[in-house]
Every structure is written in structure tokens, then in C-alpha cells.
């Protein structure tokens, strides 16, 4: 796949800001639809496969996986002794990473954090600046939001609801799931609806115990519902079809594109149209204005190694470059005629912040698995999916909304969640013995869309690249620790049903951001004094700006969202077309 030039001197139907889900999915759509369209990425196009690599044994790696010496991962504690920006006090490494770039296989995805800057309140902030950004190491779980998410104020009051139905999306998640190949169970609930999915992945035994634990509580287990490929895709000829090796427990991506990554699900089949042009390198640091129209005239960027300054025309722009990289955008993209940032006249750009509260969870034992033979637990895309089942029915008298769990059971390379101590022989027969016994789950809950938690532009703080850095105001609040509290307990609750031995409970809450699931910083709704964009991800104010990523959302539901962005940003770019061929744009 090869890049072409940019033509400088040429107005392209729409330009696109980032390559992530977000962005890759505008990319296909729109020249699907025969667009002239120029994608811009921050980061590299990284030789995926030789970073990932897979099929790689820890014996053949020379750190067996873990990072180099020079480099450092910043850890849960680090988070919370240590304020942003990260980079002070982590001198004796040359680079330093979010949590999540702890292994030798994601540290040229995700940034430095010295080089990539934030300030303000702590936050455990992952960016993944590459083509396909995110897409490349993403978990993987794929979920719908139902209208407990859409109309969720009309149910309990807080917040406000979306301005589109189940109904207005459930057809794009339906095109979602067939170019790009979804497994999982259907299960009809009604809060979580289901996909078209391939085969499914099993359930090993003591999940099946869990399972059949909760049916009896009401409550429902599902097989992991993963963005891979489990029967392949006839019309990409970029992925496989999951076989089922194993590497997916670790954190970095399927170099065989089973799992769904923005590069070869959406961006190489976009270049194949001949309609798409692809920049990598490419800091976009503001979107233009026409002084005269008010529209968006096209954007500046820079090269990220050169720093040499371009500018590009665009008779549509396409803001794609995350939820808190877009709400930069817009921030920075201030003119005469938008003082406050572009698209920001209700002066919600930032805010409304929103994501998911992790920590809570629960090891058990299933005390019949001890000294069974061991079983290929790891060689599939993920283990089980525990939903929501909170205030659907019944009003908890603590808090609103709700939560699920993600969980897996099973031998794995490493055994995990072993609370066996010792060394020497003995000690590795007893880890041997007991290692496929083990069960484990930790919750992801919903965090409440605050105007008060937001991000604004630091007045000191710069980039490697001289472009003002974020500062966070960002909390969780008396919601989110009361749902954890409850997390906790339930999560005991669930396996000792399950009848199995707990070995751990935590309660512990984890540093805000850690879900890497942000949202909703320029949210969508039919009241532009309340609202950035409309139902179509159209601003308000600017009707040829687009920001299709997940700064749209209106809340963060407890369900993770990336499946969701994608759907949205497919019927935006339908919408868009449609409405740059008749002229109104
Ligand atoms: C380890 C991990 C596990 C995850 N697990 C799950 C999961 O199980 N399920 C789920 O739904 N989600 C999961 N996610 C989240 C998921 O990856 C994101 O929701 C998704 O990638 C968001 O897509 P995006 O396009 O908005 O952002 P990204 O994928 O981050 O892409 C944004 C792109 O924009 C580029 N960019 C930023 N600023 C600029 C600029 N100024 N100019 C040009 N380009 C720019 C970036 O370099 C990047 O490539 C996970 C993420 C990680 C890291
Ligand atoms: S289990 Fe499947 S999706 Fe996961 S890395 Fe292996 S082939 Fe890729």
C-alpha cells in the first residue's frame, strides 16, 4: 500500500483529521462514495507486523516482552502520587509511556508522553499516535448501546438524551458488523442488543459454571462479543479469518487482522477506490475559516519530523482525531469570528467529558479444575461479557445507571491470578496444578456526562511540536464511587454463587482515564445552546464541519464504545454525501 502525494493547489471534497476508527471509517464511507478525500494522520504508518509479531515466544524476545531498559511505563501508583504533565521526575528514562505501553510490542504506538504533554488533574491519558491509532492494540470488545443509553435522561431524569433512537442507528451497526465481522451469541436483551454475528468463540468450563451460576440470579453471561473475524471477509482481501493463536492476551494487536484495525479494514480498501489520499506525519494544528462564508476552509498541519507548516483546502472538514485530540482541535482553531474556538458558541466544546470507572473485580477458584489438564484457553479473542444489571428493572437506591464485567477464565501462557507462593520444583508443580482454575472479572461502569469535568487549553504548556497542550478538569464523583462500591460486592456476590473460591476482591478504583474510553466533549443534540452538534455530527455553527468520533456521545453508557463511533460516524458520512451532492454544504 503506497501513499501518494498531496496536491497542495487542489480543493479536496472533504478533508479528514485522523485515522483511528473514527476517522479510517470516514475515509471508507466517504469514498465509497466517490469523494475526493485526503485522510491526515499525526503519527507514522508503523510496519504493524514487525511491532506487533504475534507469533513471537517470549524466549525469543530479548526482554521476554517487557519493555527495554530506557524505556518506563508509568504505573498505578505513579498515577497517583506523581500531577501531570508525567515527563518531570522520569529523567533517568528516555521515553516514557501511559500504563498501557508496558510491553516491547506497543511502544512505538503509544506516544511519549514527554514529547505529547497535558496538564491539570491526573489522568491516565493512552494515545496511540500511528495510522490507525488505537485501532491497532484495542481490546476488541464490541457492543451496542440500546435506548437505556439513548433516551437514558427520559428514564431517570439526569442528563439529557440523544437526539437519534436505537432505530436511526441500529442500521449502520448492522453495516458495521458485516464489513468488518463481529463474534458473539445473541441473547435478544433489550439493553444490549444483538449483532450479526460470525462463529462464536466457547465458553470454557468454569465460565459455563459462572454462567449457569447467574442464570438462576437472572443475570446473563455472553461470550465475549469481539470486532474479529471468526469466517473471514470475502471482500477484504487485508485480514484473515481468528486462528485462534493465543497472542490476543496480549496487549498488542492480531498481525493478521483478524481483530478489526482501522489500516486494514477501512483505509487500504479506501485507497483501492482511487479516490483516497493518505498523509502520515501530519500534525493538523487548526482548521481554517473563510472569513467571508464562515465555513471551514481546510486545515494547517505540520510535518512531524520536518515541522514544516502546510495548509490544505477542503470543501468539507472531518474531524476524527478522538474524543480529547478533537475537542483540542476545535479549542485551538480559534478566529475573529469564533473567539472561542470553532464550533463553540454554546461553549460546550470540552465539556460534558465522560468515559468509564475500572477497578472493582474478583478472582475465584474452581476447586473441580484443579490438576485437570491443562486447556487452549488464551487462543481465542477474549473470554465472557457479564451485562448490565442495574436499574434496568428495578431503581438501585445508591446510584444511576449501570455497569458490566469483563472476564475470562483458563490455562494461559503465564498463569494469571495465581495466589500459589514458594519456588523450586514444588512450587512449579502447585502453579501447574491449580493455573487453569483460576477465574477472574473487573467492571467497567458509567461515568455521568458532567459540564463541570472538561478539558481546556493549557496557557503555558506546549507540544514537541509548539501547539498548545490539554489540561484536564476531570473527576470522578460521588456516583461513580458509590456504583463501585457496589461493583465490588456484586462481583463477590456473583461467584460465590458460582460456588467458587474467592481468592481476591478488589475495590480498588483505578486513576480516571484508565478505561481509555473518553467521551463525549462535544456532544450532539438538537439545542445548539446546549449542544455542538447535531444529530448528524454536523456543527451546529459550521455547516461543512463534521466530528465523527466519540466527543458525539451524550453519555458513556456502561457498554464499550468503539463499535458505536463507528456506526455513528457511517451514517454521518451517508448524511454528508448526500448533503454535499445536493449543495448544502
Ligand atoms: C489497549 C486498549 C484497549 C481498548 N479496548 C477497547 C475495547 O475492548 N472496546 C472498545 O470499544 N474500545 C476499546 N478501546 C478504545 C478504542 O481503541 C477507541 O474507542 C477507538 O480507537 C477510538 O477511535 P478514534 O478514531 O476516535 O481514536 P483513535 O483510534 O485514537 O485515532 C485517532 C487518530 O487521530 C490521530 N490524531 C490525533 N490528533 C491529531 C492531529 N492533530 N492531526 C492529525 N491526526 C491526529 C491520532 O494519531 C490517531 O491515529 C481500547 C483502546 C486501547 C488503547
Ligand atoms: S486469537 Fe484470533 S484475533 Fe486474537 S491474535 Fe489470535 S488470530 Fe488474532
Redesign the pocket.
Known sequence: MTESGIDLNRIYDAVV????????MAAHVLTTHGLQVLL????KKLPIEQELRSMQWPYENPYRGELPPDRHSLSFNEYTIRKPPYGPGFEKSKHLHSY?GDTDYVKNIVVDERENPFTGTNYAW??????????N???????RLSDYDFKAKSRDGYGEDWPISYSDLAPYYDKVDLYLGITGVKENLPYLPDSIFQRPTKLNCAEVTLKQGLQKMGRVLTQYRA?VTSDGLKHNQYRSRCFGRGACER?GGCDIHAAFD?PTGLIYPAMDTGNLTLRTN????EVTVDPKTGKASGVH?MDSETMKDYTVRARVVIV????L?SA??LLLSKSRLYPNGLANSSGHVGHNFCEHVMGPGVVGQAKDLVGKAPTLDDGRPGGFYLTRFRNLTEKHPKFIRGYGFEGGSGARMFPEGTDRHGFGASFKEEVRQNQGSYISMGAFGEVLARFENYVDLDPVVKDKWGIPALRFHYKFGDNEHRMAEDMKETAQEMFEAAGFKIVRVSSRVLTEGWS??ELGTARMGSDPKTSVLNQFQQSHDVKNLFVV??SAFVNASCQ????T?MSLCWRSCDYLADQLGKGNL
Open positions: 483529521v485522523g485515522s483511528g476508527a473514527a476517522g479510517g491526515l494522520e499525526a503519527g498501557i493512552v494515545r496511540a499516535r500511528c495510522l490507525g491509532g488505537k485501532t492494540i484495542w481490546g476488541r470488545l464490541a457492543l470486532g496487549k482501522s501530519a500534525v493538523v494544528r498541519f476524527a482525531a478522538s474524543t485530540e483540542r482541535l481509555i474510553h468520533d466519540g464499550n464504545p468503539t463499535w463511533i
